[in-house]
Protein backbone atom coordinates (compact mmCIF):
# COMPACT_ATOMS: atom_id res chain seq x y z
CA UNK A 1 0.00 0.00 0.00
CA UNK A 2 2.72 2.11 1.10
CA UNK A 3 4.33 1.97 -2.48
CA UNK A 4 0.83 2.49 -3.95
CA UNK A 5 0.07 5.71 -2.23
CA UNK A 6 3.92 6.91 -3.11
CA UNK A 7 3.24 6.45 -6.83
CA UNK A 8 -0.48 8.47 -6.94
CA UNK A 9 -0.96 11.92 -5.77
CA UNK A 10 -4.05 11.82 -3.51
CA UNK A 11 -5.40 14.51 -1.38
CA UNK A 12 -4.99 13.93 2.43
CA UNK A 13 -8.58 14.00 2.81
CA UNK A 14 -8.65 11.45 0.41
CA UNK A 15 -6.26 8.75 1.60
CA UNK A 16 -7.74 9.21 4.75
CA UNK A 17 -11.39 8.26 3.16
CA UNK A 18 -9.54 5.12 1.37
CA UNK A 19 -8.08 4.47 4.78
CA UNK A 20 -11.39 4.72 6.63
CA UNK A 21 -12.93 2.38 3.39
CA UNK A 22 -10.64 -0.34 4.07
CA UNK A 23 -10.79 -0.59 8.01
CA UNK A 24 -14.47 -0.57 7.44
CA UNK A 25 -14.54 -3.34 5.00
CA UNK A 26 -11.85 -5.70 7.66
CA UNK A 27 -14.46 -4.82 10.00
CA UNK A 28 -17.33 -5.10 8.00
CA UNK A 29 -19.56 -8.58 8.77
CA UNK A 30 -22.58 -7.78 6.60
CA UNK A 31 -24.18 -4.80 8.95
CA UNK A 32 -27.37 -4.81 11.20
CA UNK A 33 -29.84 -6.92 10.30
CA UNK A 34 -32.61 -5.36 11.12
CA UNK A 35 -31.71 -2.87 9.00
CA UNK A 36 -32.16 -4.66 5.88
CA UNK A 37 -35.02 -5.08 3.65
CA UNK A 38 -35.99 -8.26 4.10
CA UNK A 39 -35.43 -8.40 7.83
CA UNK A 40 -38.95 -9.28 8.77
CA UNK A 41 -38.77 -12.41 6.41
CA UNK A 42 -35.48 -13.27 7.70
CA UNK A 43 -36.19 -13.03 11.12
CA UNK A 44 -39.51 -15.25 10.94
CA UNK A 45 -37.89 -17.35 8.70
CA UNK A 46 -35.59 -17.75 12.01
CA UNK A 47 -37.95 -18.05 14.84
CA UNK A 48 -39.50 -21.08 12.63
CA UNK A 49 -36.33 -22.81 12.25
CA UNK A 50 -35.68 -22.41 15.54
CA UNK A 51 -39.23 -23.62 16.52
CA UNK A 52 -39.11 -26.46 13.86
CA UNK A 53 -35.79 -27.33 15.32
CA UNK A 54 -36.45 -27.79 18.61
CA UNK A 55 -39.63 -29.76 18.23
CA UNK A 56 -37.79 -32.22 15.94
CA UNK A 57 -34.22 -32.50 18.03
CA UNK A 58 -36.36 -32.85 21.37
CA UNK A 59 -38.42 -35.65 19.78
CA UNK A 60 -36.23 -37.42 17.63
CA UNK A 61 -34.08 -38.76 20.19
CA UNK A 62 -36.27 -40.58 22.57
CA UNK A 63 -38.18 -41.64 19.81
CA UNK A 64 -35.18 -43.41 18.84
CA UNK A 65 -34.24 -44.69 22.31
CA UNK A 66 -37.79 -45.92 22.52
CA UNK A 67 -37.44 -48.22 19.48
CA UNK A 68 -33.98 -50.11 21.86
CA UNK A 69 -33.96 -51.89 24.93
CA UNK A 70 -30.89 -52.93 25.34
CA UNK A 71 -28.40 -50.04 27.21
CA UNK A 72 -24.99 -50.89 24.81
CA UNK A 73 -27.60 -51.09 21.49
CA UNK A 74 -28.96 -47.43 22.54
CA UNK A 75 -25.24 -46.20 22.39
CA UNK A 76 -24.40 -47.78 19.36
CA UNK A 77 -27.36 -46.72 17.66
CA UNK A 78 -27.12 -42.67 19.03
CA UNK A 79 -22.84 -42.98 17.73
CA UNK A 80 -24.06 -44.65 14.13
CA UNK A 81 -27.60 -42.07 14.50
CA UNK A 82 -25.14 -39.05 15.16
CA UNK A 83 -22.17 -40.42 12.08
CA UNK A 84 -25.39 -40.17 9.83
CA UNK A 85 -26.04 -36.86 10.90
CA UNK A 86 -22.96 -35.37 9.80
CA UNK A 87 -22.90 -37.64 6.57
CA UNK A 88 -25.88 -35.09 5.65
CA UNK A 89 -24.07 -32.29 6.87
CA UNK A 90 -20.90 -32.68 4.92
CA UNK A 91 -23.22 -32.90 1.97
CA UNK A 92 -25.05 -29.86 2.82
CA UNK A 93 -21.60 -28.05 3.62
CA UNK A 94 -19.83 -29.02 0.45
CA UNK A 95 -22.53 -28.78 -2.36
CA UNK A 96 -24.87 -25.70 -0.93
CA UNK A 97 -22.46 -23.33 -0.22
CA UNK A 98 -20.21 -23.67 -3.04
CA UNK A 99 -23.42 -23.05 -5.26
CA UNK A 100 -24.60 -20.56 -3.01
CA UNK A 101 -21.14 -18.53 -3.37
CA UNK A 102 -20.59 -19.43 -6.91
CA UNK A 103 -23.62 -19.73 -9.12
CA UNK A 104 -24.81 -16.53 -8.44
CA UNK A 105 -28.70 -15.69 -8.24
CA UNK A 106 -29.11 -19.39 -9.44
CA UNK A 107 -27.31 -21.13 -6.89
CA UNK A 108 -28.41 -18.93 -4.13
CA UNK A 109 -31.83 -20.09 -4.93
CA UNK A 110 -30.96 -23.77 -5.81
CA UNK A 111 -29.03 -23.56 -2.08
CA UNK A 112 -32.43 -22.54 -0.28
CA UNK A 113 -34.81 -24.80 -2.26
CA UNK A 114 -32.69 -27.85 -1.90
CA UNK A 115 -33.52 -28.42 2.13
CA UNK A 116 -36.68 -28.08 1.93
CA UNK A 117 -37.33 -30.66 -0.69
CA UNK A 118 -35.03 -33.09 1.46
CA UNK A 119 -37.46 -32.36 4.30
CA UNK A 120 -39.88 -33.05 2.54
CA UNK A 121 -38.81 -36.21 1.36
CA UNK A 122 -37.99 -37.18 5.13
CA UNK A 123 -41.37 -36.53 6.56
CA UNK A 124 -43.02 -38.58 3.84
CA UNK A 125 -40.22 -41.59 4.64
CA UNK A 126 -41.15 -40.93 8.64
CA UNK A 127 -45.06 -41.21 7.90
CA UNK A 128 -44.38 -43.99 5.86
CA UNK A 129 -42.52 -46.41 8.71
CA UNK A 130 -44.71 -45.11 11.13
CA UNK A 131 -46.47 -48.14 12.12
CA UNK A 132 -42.86 -50.20 12.71
CA UNK A 133 -42.55 -47.93 15.39
CA UNK A 134 -43.18 -48.27 18.94
CA UNK A 135 -44.97 -45.46 20.15
CA UNK A 136 -45.75 -44.64 24.19
CA UNK A 137 -49.03 -43.20 24.82
CA UNK A 138 -49.02 -39.63 26.00
CA UNK A 139 -49.47 -39.78 29.48
CA UNK A 140 -49.45 -35.87 30.75
CA UNK A 141 -46.82 -33.50 30.60
CA UNK A 142 -43.56 -35.04 32.35
CA UNK A 143 -42.19 -31.40 33.54
CA UNK A 144 -45.01 -30.85 35.33
CA UNK A 145 -44.80 -33.95 37.45
CA UNK A 146 -41.62 -33.51 37.86
CA UNK A 147 -42.23 -29.60 39.21
CA UNK A 148 -44.83 -30.95 41.37
CA UNK A 149 -42.62 -33.70 42.82
CA UNK A 150 -40.13 -31.12 43.92
CA UNK A 151 -42.36 -28.89 45.37
CA UNK A 152 -44.21 -31.30 47.28
CA UNK A 153 -40.26 -33.11 48.54
CA UNK A 154 -39.67 -29.42 49.44
CA UNK A 155 -42.49 -28.53 51.99
CA UNK A 156 -42.65 -32.20 52.93
CA UNK A 157 -38.94 -31.83 54.05
CA UNK A 158 -39.93 -28.48 56.16
CA UNK A 159 -42.73 -29.85 57.70
CA UNK A 160 -40.97 -33.13 58.82
CA UNK A 161 -38.14 -30.42 60.23
CA UNK A 162 -40.60 -28.94 62.20
CA UNK A 163 -42.02 -32.05 63.65
CA UNK A 164 -39.02 -33.69 64.23
CA UNK A 165 -38.02 -30.55 66.32
CA UNK A 166 -41.02 -30.45 68.45
CA UNK A 167 -40.69 -33.73 69.53
CA UNK A 168 -37.06 -33.54 70.30
CA UNK A 169 -38.23 -30.43 72.57
CA UNK A 170 -41.07 -32.15 73.82
CA UNK A 171 -38.72 -35.87 74.68
CA UNK A 172 -35.81 -33.04 76.14
CA UNK A 173 -38.75 -31.62 78.66
CA UNK A 174 -39.61 -35.21 79.38
CA UNK A 175 -36.03 -36.40 80.29
CA UNK A 176 -35.75 -33.31 82.62
CA UNK A 177 -38.55 -33.79 84.30
CA UNK A 178 -37.69 -37.66 84.94
CA UNK A 179 -34.21 -37.02 85.78
CA UNK A 180 -35.02 -36.13 89.60
CA UNK A 181 -36.59 -39.48 90.03
CA UNK A 182 -34.24 -41.42 88.05
CA UNK A 183 -36.73 -43.59 86.78
CA UNK A 184 -37.45 -44.09 82.91
CA UNK A 185 -35.20 -44.25 80.04
CA UNK A 186 -32.71 -41.43 79.15
CA UNK A 187 -33.00 -40.66 75.47
CA UNK A 188 -32.93 -36.80 74.59
CA UNK A 189 -32.14 -37.64 71.35
CA UNK A 190 -35.00 -40.39 70.79
CA UNK A 191 -36.72 -38.75 67.23
CA UNK A 192 -39.62 -39.22 64.98
CA UNK A 193 -38.71 -42.74 62.71
CA UNK A 194 -37.09 -41.18 59.38
CA UNK A 195 -38.08 -43.52 56.84
CA UNK A 196 -35.94 -40.97 54.26
CA UNK A 197 -32.58 -40.94 53.26
CA UNK A 198 -32.52 -37.54 51.89
CA UNK A 199 -35.02 -34.47 50.93
CA UNK A 200 -36.38 -35.61 47.73
CA UNK A 201 -37.22 -38.75 49.47
CA UNK A 202 -39.77 -36.43 51.69
CA UNK A 203 -41.92 -36.35 48.09
CA UNK A 204 -43.22 -40.06 49.13
CA UNK A 205 -44.54 -38.33 52.56
CA UNK A 206 -48.66 -39.56 52.31
CA UNK A 207 -48.33 -41.20 49.33
CA UNK A 208 -48.71 -38.73 46.56
CA UNK A 209 -45.74 -39.88 44.73
CA UNK A 210 -44.24 -43.69 44.43
CA UNK A 211 -40.38 -44.43 45.23
CA UNK A 212 -39.75 -45.27 41.59
CA UNK A 213 -40.70 -41.60 40.88
CA UNK A 214 -38.72 -40.30 43.51
CA UNK A 215 -35.86 -42.62 41.82
CA UNK A 216 -36.77 -41.26 38.13
CA UNK A 217 -36.70 -37.60 39.41
CA UNK A 218 -33.49 -38.45 41.25
CA UNK A 219 -31.63 -39.51 38.61
CA UNK A 220 -32.68 -36.49 36.17
CA UNK A 221 -31.15 -33.89 38.49
CA UNK A 222 -27.99 -35.76 38.03
CA UNK A 223 -28.32 -35.39 34.26
CA UNK A 224 -29.45 -32.02 34.79
CA UNK A 225 -26.05 -31.22 36.92
CA UNK A 226 -24.12 -33.40 33.90
CA UNK A 227 -26.05 -31.09 31.03
CA UNK A 228 -25.11 -27.62 33.12
CA UNK A 229 -21.46 -28.83 32.82
CA UNK A 230 -21.62 -29.15 29.27
CA UNK A 231 -22.94 -25.36 28.40
CA UNK A 232 -19.01 -24.08 28.53
CA UNK A 233 -18.21 -26.40 26.13
CA UNK A 234 -21.54 -25.73 23.82
CA UNK A 235 -20.31 -21.61 24.17
CA UNK A 236 -17.13 -23.14 22.55
CA UNK A 237 -18.28 -25.20 20.05
CA UNK A 238 -20.57 -22.50 18.54
CA UNK A 239 -17.68 -20.67 17.46
CA UNK A 240 -17.64 -22.53 14.27
CA UNK A 241 -20.91 -20.98 12.98
CA UNK A 242 -20.10 -17.16 14.26
CA UNK A 243 -16.24 -16.08 15.38
CA UNK A 244 -14.34 -19.12 12.89
CA UNK A 245 -16.71 -18.03 10.10
CA UNK A 246 -16.43 -14.11 10.52
CA UNK A 247 -12.47 -15.27 10.83
CA UNK A 248 -12.75 -17.05 7.61
CA UNK A 249 -14.27 -13.98 5.32
CA UNK A 250 -10.73 -11.99 6.79
CA UNK A 251 -8.69 -14.35 5.26
CA UNK A 252 -7.22 -15.14 1.95
CA UNK A 253 -9.68 -16.90 0.12
CA UNK A 254 -7.56 -17.92 -3.09
CA UNK A 255 -5.75 -20.72 -2.77
CA UNK A 256 -1.75 -21.10 -4.29
CA UNK A 257 0.69 -23.51 -4.55
CA UNK A 258 -0.09 -27.07 -4.75
CA UNK A 259 -2.90 -26.85 -2.96
CA UNK A 260 -4.54 -24.73 -5.54
CA UNK A 261 -3.06 -27.28 -8.41
CA UNK A 262 -5.82 -30.05 -6.85
CA UNK A 263 -8.42 -27.84 -7.92
CA UNK A 264 -9.78 -26.69 -11.50
CA UNK A 265 -8.81 -22.70 -11.96
CA UNK A 266 -12.66 -21.67 -11.48
CA UNK A 267 -12.31 -23.92 -8.18
CA UNK A 268 -9.84 -22.12 -6.13
CA UNK A 269 -11.63 -19.66 -4.23
CA UNK A 270 -13.38 -21.60 -1.87
CA UNK A 271 -16.60 -20.99 0.42
CA UNK A 272 -15.54 -20.16 4.15
CA UNK A 273 -17.94 -22.63 5.54
CA UNK A 274 -16.27 -25.15 3.78
CA UNK A 275 -13.64 -25.38 6.73
CA UNK A 276 -16.57 -27.05 8.70
CA UNK A 277 -15.84 -29.64 6.30
CA UNK A 278 -13.01 -30.86 8.33
CA UNK A 279 -14.95 -30.91 11.68
CA UNK A 280 -17.43 -33.37 9.99
CA UNK A 281 -14.38 -35.57 8.06
CA UNK A 282 -12.93 -35.90 11.30
CA UNK A 283 -16.04 -37.12 13.06
CA UNK A 284 -17.06 -39.42 10.43
CA UNK A 285 -13.83 -40.94 10.39
CA UNK A 286 -13.50 -41.44 14.56
CA UNK A 287 -16.71 -42.34 15.41
CA UNK A 288 -16.78 -45.84 13.43
CA UNK A 289 -12.71 -45.69 14.53
CA UNK A 290 -13.22 -45.73 18.66
CA UNK A 291 -16.67 -47.66 18.49
CA UNK A 292 -15.27 -49.99 16.35
CA UNK A 293 -11.77 -50.26 17.32
CA UNK A 294 -10.13 -47.91 19.82
CA UNK A 295 -12.57 -48.52 22.75
CA UNK A 296 -13.16 -52.48 21.94
CA UNK A 297 -9.31 -52.53 22.07
CA UNK A 298 -8.66 -50.60 25.83
CA UNK A 299 -12.05 -52.68 26.96
CA UNK A 300 -10.44 -56.14 26.38
CA UNK A 301 -7.57 -54.56 28.33
CA UNK A 302 -9.70 -53.13 31.37
CA UNK A 303 -8.98 -49.43 30.57
CA UNK A 304 -12.14 -47.78 28.72
CA UNK A 305 -12.32 -44.78 29.44
CA UNK A 306 -15.48 -43.72 31.63
CA UNK A 307 -18.01 -41.39 30.48
CA UNK A 308 -17.19 -38.92 32.39
CA UNK A 309 -13.40 -39.10 30.97
CA UNK A 310 -14.56 -38.73 27.74
CA UNK A 311 -16.23 -35.69 28.53
CA UNK A 312 -13.56 -33.98 30.01
CA UNK A 313 -11.27 -35.03 27.17
CA UNK A 314 -13.39 -33.88 24.46
CA UNK A 315 -13.64 -30.27 26.50
CA UNK A 316 -10.14 -29.90 27.08
CA UNK A 317 -9.97 -30.86 23.06
CA UNK A 318 -12.40 -28.28 22.42
CA UNK A 319 -10.59 -25.23 25.03
CA UNK A 320 -7.33 -25.93 22.68
CA UNK A 321 -9.36 -25.56 19.62
CA UNK A 322 -10.30 -22.15 20.68
CA UNK A 323 -7.06 -21.64 21.86
CA UNK A 324 -5.64 -22.03 18.16
CA UNK A 325 -8.32 -19.80 16.29
CA UNK A 326 -7.02 -17.44 19.76
CA UNK A 327 -3.25 -17.28 18.04
CA UNK A 328 -4.36 -17.62 14.88
CA UNK A 329 -6.29 -14.53 15.20
CA UNK A 330 -3.43 -12.58 16.71
CA UNK A 331 -1.18 -13.41 13.39
CA UNK A 332 -3.99 -12.48 11.22
CA UNK A 333 -3.74 -8.81 12.80
CA UNK A 334 -0.14 -8.81 12.89
CA UNK A 335 -0.02 -9.10 9.16
CA UNK A 336 -2.92 -7.13 8.49
CA UNK A 337 -1.80 -3.83 10.32
CA UNK A 338 2.19 -4.87 11.01
CA UNK A 339 2.89 -2.78 14.06
CA UNK A 340 0.62 -0.13 15.77
CA UNK A 341 1.92 2.43 14.34
CA UNK A 342 0.14 1.66 10.95
CA UNK A 343 -2.84 3.71 9.68
CA UNK A 344 -3.89 1.40 7.27
CA UNK A 345 -3.14 -2.29 6.10
CA UNK A 346 -0.08 -3.46 5.71
CA UNK A 347 -0.28 -6.94 4.07
CA UNK A 348 -3.98 -8.21 2.20
CA UNK A 349 -6.52 -8.78 -0.79
CA UNK A 350 -9.54 -7.38 -1.61
CA UNK A 351 -12.02 -10.12 -1.96
CA UNK A 352 -15.81 -9.98 -2.77
CA UNK A 353 -18.31 -12.37 -0.90
CA UNK A 354 -21.56 -12.24 -2.55
CA UNK A 355 -22.77 -8.48 -2.63
CA UNK A 356 -19.98 -7.90 0.13
CA UNK A 357 -16.12 -6.89 -0.27
CA UNK A 358 -14.19 -8.05 2.85
CA UNK A 359 -10.44 -7.21 3.26
CA UNK A 360 -9.00 -9.82 3.98
CA UNK A 361 -4.83 -10.51 5.37
CA UNK A 362 -2.74 -12.38 3.00
CA UNK A 363 -2.93 -15.64 4.72
CA UNK A 364 -4.08 -18.57 3.76
CA UNK A 365 -7.76 -19.52 5.17
CA UNK A 366 -6.47 -23.22 5.15
CA UNK A 367 -4.90 -22.23 8.46
CA UNK A 368 -8.30 -22.67 10.07
CA UNK A 369 -7.90 -26.63 9.01
CA UNK A 370 -6.25 -27.33 12.95
CA UNK A 371 -8.82 -25.04 14.70
CA UNK A 372 -11.58 -27.16 13.10
CA UNK A 373 -9.71 -30.90 12.97
CA UNK A 374 -9.05 -30.11 16.95
CA UNK A 375 -13.06 -29.05 17.21
CA UNK A 376 -14.40 -32.29 15.16
CA UNK A 377 -12.40 -34.55 17.71
CA UNK A 378 -13.60 -32.73 20.42
CA UNK A 379 -17.21 -33.20 19.33
CA UNK A 380 -16.53 -37.52 18.90
CA UNK A 381 -15.35 -37.67 22.81
CA UNK A 382 -18.23 -35.49 23.65
Not at 139 to 164: I, P
Not at 174 to 187: C, E, L, Q, T, V
Not at 226 to 253: A, C, D, E, K, N
Not at 298 to 318: C, D, N, V, Y
Amino acid sequence: PRKLFNQISVPHQQLGNICSKLIQDENSTGGNMFEQNCSPIVIASLCCLAIGSGALKANLSPLGAQQIKDPVEQSRFFNWFYWACNVGSFAAYFFLTYTQQNLGKDGRLAGYLVPPVAMTIASLAFVACRPMFRLRKPAGSLLTRVVRLLAAAVSASFRLRRQRKRRLLADGESDSNNSGSGSGDSAPMRLHAAAYDDWLDCARHGGRFTEGEVHDVRALLRVVLIFVSIIPYWLLYFQMQSTYLVQGLHLRLQLDGSIANIFRARYRTIPPAWLSLCDIVVIIALIPLLTKLVFPWLERRGKHPSLATQILLGMSIALASVLCAGVLESYRLSVLWGNSTNLWPVDYVQQQIGNMNYTAANVSIMWQVPQYCLMGTAEAFM
